[in-house]
């Protein structure tokens, strides 16, 4: 059974800054691209960032310049650095693995989702 546990939500400030991670774990004999999504209220989810296992990302336009997604492969685990937050990046927070599970089959890109966390960007 593979799981993915994020953690790091929160309330913030205008202008501050908070690093979301999570974790792989279980059965699991390959990761490839990971990536972090997010959902704000009464919007689809969208992509906010994604990284391969080989290092490359890509992010939405609305984030470049202010977020950062980066990965531990001997951890299984990919983090968000958010920073200059603004209002507009209050939403649930997703992430999401290409997970090559060990001893099964594999389901597809992006196969494997975490419970979300929430953001909430305030004054």
């Known amino acids: 059974q593979v799981q993915l546990v994020e953690s790091g939500g929160g309330l913030v400030q205008p202008g501050g800054s908070l690093r979301l991670s999570c974790a792989a774990s279980?059965?699991?004999?390959?990761?490839?691209?990971m990536g972090w999504y997010r959902q704000a209220p009464g919007k689809q989810r969208e992509l906010v960032a994604a990284?391969?296992?080989?290092?490359?990302?890509n992010y939405a336009d609305s984030v470049k310049g202010r977020f950062t997604i980066s990965r531990d492969n001997a951890k299984n685990t990919v983090y968000l650095k958010m920073n200059s937050l603004k209002p507009e990046d209050t939403a649930d927070y997703y992430c999401?693995?290409?997970?090559?599970?060990?001893?099964?089959?594999?389901?597809?890109?992006?196969?494997?989702w975490g419970q979300g966390t929430q953001v909430a960007v305030s004054s």
């Open positions: 279980g059965s699991i004999f390959s990761i490839n691209a």
């Open positions: 990284i391969t296992s080989g290092g490359s990302t």
């Open positions: 999401a693995a290409d997970i090559v599970p060990g001893g099964s089959t594999w389901l597809g890109p992006m196969s494997y």
